[in-house]
């Protein structure tokens, strides 16, 4: 049917499908945390669910655990937030599709700034939206510039999409441009979708910075969140969305009918997250930290290899343009010759076609005997 025909396959899963034929790999392909989840937080969920929160649980969410969120979120969100701006969800992913699904009427426009998280695409597709592209360069350092985004602009556009700190490409959007891109949003009567999962890896001690804290963004901004990487709880399956309580209603209409409810003992995990001691999570964070310098320092070094350092999330994007025109050619090349997972940066739309993404998820010393056999490549193709 249309839908199945209108959806491409990602370019991660494709990458990841191929290194299930060589033995030996290091994948610097999947964007998920190492890391287990912490053990007190599973064991929590364990007993929980041996006491009995097996069953549907509200569609919004537990309120022991919207409370709780609405506690941790508070701070770093102006502190007006009450339950009903909040609802749990399947991930970030059951966030995003249920905020596309409340927001657009079909051929609803929305700009989603290269590069982009693949899902975008095919998310915004399934929910009757049509997604219109804003450009970056590297030598912008890959964010978008409010400029890009008003050319964009139509009588059709109903919001924009930003994901700060970003993934594929580990950017933050700098201060000025995000107040610039508010008053754009404000001055066309836009909303926005703010993608925030990676809100806890943010490095060189800078803070994260989200639109929706900007004057007059708060009702008109969805910002998405995640437990899968801030608290190593990808499996799980629970992210959440806040915003205006009217859209967040919309969210869970819809919402409510494909999902009932987030799974009742994820639920009860996230909770135990939240719970734990802040150190649990600054200690993942500082680990990405600790990694991106190890891969910025590495690439750097490589010939015929430009990158940025990421100041967040825990992926880095080099530009290979002075060694091949075919990202795609290299990775598989690579994967051959190497047994090392990266993703071809066309995947994440054209203004990432020269370069190639790594997630720093594996220990130290892989990712330093990764980047080690990455120089020898590139070398060899100098
Ligand atoms: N947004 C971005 C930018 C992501 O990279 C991901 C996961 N890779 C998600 C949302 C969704 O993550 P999850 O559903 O596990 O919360």
Redesign the pocket.
Known sequence: CRTVRQVEPSPIREMFTKATEYENVISLGI??PDFHTPAPVSQSALEDALAGYTHYTASQGQPELLDALTAYLNPNYGGELKRENIMLTV????A?VGSFRAIFDPGDEIIVPEPY?P?YKAMIALSDGVMVNARTTFEDGFTVKPEEIERRITPKTKAILL?SPN?PTGAMIPKEDLDQIAELVKKHDLLVIS?E??DRFVFDNQKHDSIYNRPGMAERTLV?G?F?KAFAM?GW?L?WVFGPKELIAGVLKVTTFYTSCPSSVSQRAGLAALNQPEETWLEISRAFEKRRDIAYEALSAMDGVKVHKPAGSFYIFPSIKELTDDTLAFSLELLDKKQVVVVPGSGFGPSGTDCVRLACTVSEKDLTLALEKMADFCKALK
Request: overall charge negative.
């Open positions: 964007g998920e991930g970030g992913m059951g995003l998280f899902a994901n993934n993608d999962v990676y998405i995640s899968s990808t399956r992210g």
